[in-house]
């Protein structure tokens, strides 16, 4: 039962992330501005995005919730906060804000603090870092096709 109650609270956490994100991206990847950009050729079409980011956070909430069960600490919850917030601003500093480098920034900090979980808590996890995996293959994307409108922009 433990188990479940933290679950329902990760899993409303992480998807309010991802609501908020959208709030605060206005029309985003629909804008003149964003479709006006020069692209990666790999930039996946629009619904692969929505797709991709409930894949990630219903791993990650299951992530989220084995680890903390197994050693709940303030660390724990740190990064998670920080994983958070970055998450959130990063919508509306690229989409919103329209600011490519700042936004760079952010999803380097978001990739770093994803793969600061991996290597913190690799051995504690073992297997079930699996979990992880498709948050940072997806952020590993993004991270990308940041970058690469970024320098052709």
Do not use: R
């Not at 329902?8 to 950009?37: C, E, H, K, Q, R």
């Not at 050693?71 to 959130?88: A, C, D, G, H, R």
């Amino acid at each position: 039962m433990k188990f479940v109650k933290l679950l329902l609270v990760f899993l409303v956490i992480n998807f309010s992330a991802l609501g908020l994100g959208i709030v605060l991206m206005g029309d985003g990847p629909t804008s003149d501005w964003y479709t006006s950009l020069q692209q990666a050729p790999w930039t996946p079409a629009n619904w692969v995005f929505g797709a991709a980011w409930t894949v990630v956070m219903l791993c990650f909430s299951i992530y989220m919730t084995l680890l903390y069960l197994k050693e709940p600490s303030k660390k724990i919850i740190t990064l998670f906060i920080i994983q958070f917030l970055l998450n959130v601003a990063w919508n509306f500093v690229f989409f919103n804000q329209q600011h490519l480098a700042l936004g760079m920034v952010v999803i380097t900090a978001l990739t770093l603090i994803i793969t600061a979980f991996l290597v913190t808590y690799f051995q504690l996890m073992k297997l079930k870092n699996i979990l992880l995996l498709p948050y940072v293959v997806w952020i590993g994307i993004a991270t990308s096709l940041n970058l690469y409108i970024l320098i052709y922009n």
